[in-house]
């Protein structure tokens, strides 16, 4: 946002000249997208783009969506932060590729991995933007990882492994540290299938990441 004082006086014609008034370009980022299968459609903020080349993006939150004949659509935000990065954007095969796959699915169908805290920070699953603290996600068994983000605070990321179970998982990690130049973080987090267990996992990473498992 541009700004120019001028003054004003009654019963006089003013003129504004704004010729001097510089606006800042917006930041561009650089992204490659990795698309399965290759011949999928992609679309970004509502535009199709050719995702076989390096495609240049202001820096920010960006929505994203793909289709492709026999695959299930995906939708989802992203999130430019880097001068480079890249972002995998994977489409299943309707009705999956076996009778283990199917089971899979059923097992986590309608349930949710829950960030309850740190509270107000940025919250990136698998490297994509899913909202502020406290958020939640559509739950998948495997090893995913978790990033928590605040201005002004140490990044850290940690790895989390869900099994494949019909119930809900909670993660509470440790509050972030102002920004510094330390070296090492250590990050805790508690994690919980329901509200009568809880499992706390402590872990310690080199300059901001950390590592931990939930049992759902």
């Known amino acids: 946002v541009a700004e120019k004082q001028i003054t004003i006086e009654a019963g006089k014609e003013t003129f504004l000249d704004l010729s001097d008034v510089k606006v800042e ?7 490659y997208f990795d698309v399965s ?9 509502g535009k199709i783009v050719d995702h076989s080349r390096l495609q240049s993006l ?15 659509s995906v939708t989802r935000y992203f999130n430019v932060g880097k001068e480079t990065s890249s972002v995998e954007v994977v489409l299943e095969s309707k009705g999956g590729d ?30 994509n933007y899913i909202g502020r603290c406290p958020v939640s996600v559509a739950k998948k068994a495997g ?10 605070y140490e990044t850290r990321t940690y790895t989390v492994l869900i099994e494949n179970t019909a119930k809900d998982v909670y993660y509470s990690f440790d509050a972030l540290a102002p920004a510094s130049t330390t ?17 706390t996992s402590t872990s310690s990473a080199s300059t901001s990441t950390g590592s931990v498992s939930g049992n759902p």
Do not use: N
């Open 58 to 72: 202001s820096m920010g939150l960006h929505q994203l969506s793909a289709t492709a004949d026999g695959y299930d």
């Open 25 to 31: 370009e917006a930041v561009m980022g650089k992204i």
């Open 183 to 199: 070296t090492s973080t250590s990050g805790t987090a508690t994690s919980a299938s329901d509200s009568s267990s809880t499992t």
């Open 143 to 152: 090893s995913h990882t978790i990033t928590i983000r605040k201005t002004g």
């Open 98 to 127: 076996s009778d283990t796959e199917e089971e899979e699915q059923s097992q986590t169908e309608g349930c949710f991995i829950f960030v309850t805290a740190p509270v107000d920070v940025e919250v990136y699953f698998d490297g």
């Open 37 to 45: 299968p290759s011949e999928a459609k992609l679309y970004v903020d």
